[in-house]
C-alpha cells in the first residue's frame, strides 16, 4: 500500500509568480485536502476534493484554487504569490468513512 | 465555528516518564471527532490516537492513552514510558463528524524527550 507522495519537497518562487504544487493519493482514496502550515502554527484548511468535485473550502482567497484528477492525484494552485504564501503545504488523503486520513510529507514554499 | 487551544508550547519529559500534553476545545456540534497527531522532523502528519465524541470510554493506543471531558471540552494526551522517538510536534484537533471534510488543529506543543 502506497503513501501520499507530495512534490517538489521544497520550492522557491518570487512574489507575484504562480506555483502548482502536487500530491498522489494513498492508493484507493477517492478524497483529498489541502492544508497550509505557516511556520510555528497548526495547519488550516485550505480545501477537499471528492471525486473530482470541491466539497469544502476553507477561508483562503480565489487565487488558491486546485484540482483533481480522475486516478485522484491532485493539485494546488497559488496564484500572485506573495510573502505570506510561505509555508508547508500539506495533502491528505481518504477513503471516506472512517475518517482516516494519511497526509504526504508536504512541499516547503518559500516566497522571496 | 470550531477552535483549538493548546496551551503548552513546549514540553519535556525524562526518558521512561510519563507526560500529559493539554488541550480545549470549543463547538457547539455533539457529533464529532478528537485527534491527536504527531509531527516528527519529517514533517508527515501521522495519527496518534483517535476520539469518539459519543464514546464515553476514553481511547487508548499501546502507551498513549486520552481523558475525554466532554462537558468541560477538554482532551489530554498521556503518553507513558517516553521514548526518544516520541520527540516530534503534537497537534491536537476537532472534525465534525456530520460533515467530516476538515480538520482544525490546535497550534501544537513541541515535546522533547531527554535521556
Known amino acids: 500500500e502506497t503513501g501520499v507522495t507530495q512534490s517538489p519537497t521544497h520550492l522557491i518562487k518570487t512574489r507575484g509568480q504562480q506555483v502548482t504544487l502536487r500530491c498522489s493519493s494513498q492508493?484507493?482514496?477517492?478524497?483529498v485536502s489541502w492544508y497550509q502550515q505557516a511556520l510555528g502554527q497548526g495547519p488550516q484548511f485550505i480545501f477537499q476534493?471528492?471525486?473530482?468535485?470541491?466539497?469544502g473550502r476553507g477561508n483562503f482567497p480565489p487565487r488558491f484554487s486546485g484540482l483533481q484528477f480522475p486516478n485522484y492525484s491532485s493539485e494546488l494552485n497559488v496564484n500572485a504569490l506573495e510573502l505570506d504564501d510561505s509555508a508547508l503545504y500539506l495533502c491528505?488523503?481518504?477513503?471516506?468513512?472512517?475518517?482516516?486520513?494519511?497526509f504526504g510529507s508536504g512541499t516547503r514554499l518559500t516566497v522571496v | 465555528a470550531q477552535t483549538v487551544t493548546q496551551s503548552q508550547p513546549e514540553m519535556s519529559v525524562q526518558e521512561a516518564e510519563t507526560v500529559t500534553l493539554s488541550c480545549t476545545y470549543d463547538?457547539?456540534?455533539?457529533?464529532?471527532?478528537l485527534f491527536w497527531y504527531k509531527q516528527p522532523p519529517s514533517r508527515q502528519m501521522i495519527l496518534v490516537i483517535r476520539?469518539?465524541?459519543?464514546?464515553?470510554q476514553n481511547a487508548t493506543e499501546n502507551r498513549f492513552s486520552v481523558n475525554f471531558q466532554k462537558a468541560a471540552k477538554s482532551f489530554s494526551l498521556k503518553i507513558s514510558d517516553s521514548q526518544l522517538g516520541d520527540t516530534a510536534m503534537y497537534f491536537c484537533a476537532f472534525m465534525n463528524r456530520n460533515t467530516g471534510n476538515q480538520f482544525y488543529f490546535g497550534t501544537g506543543t513541541s515535546l522533547t524527550v531527554i535521556p
Open positions: 491528505a488523503s481518504s477513503s471516506g468513512g472512517d475518517y482516516g486520513y494519511t
Open positions: 492508493s484507493g482514496h477517492n478524497t
Open positions: 476534493y471528492y471525486r473530482e468535485e470541491e466539497n
Open positions: 476520539q469518539e465524541a459519543y464514546k464515553q
Open positions: 463547538t457547539s456540534e455533539n457529533n464529532y471527532y
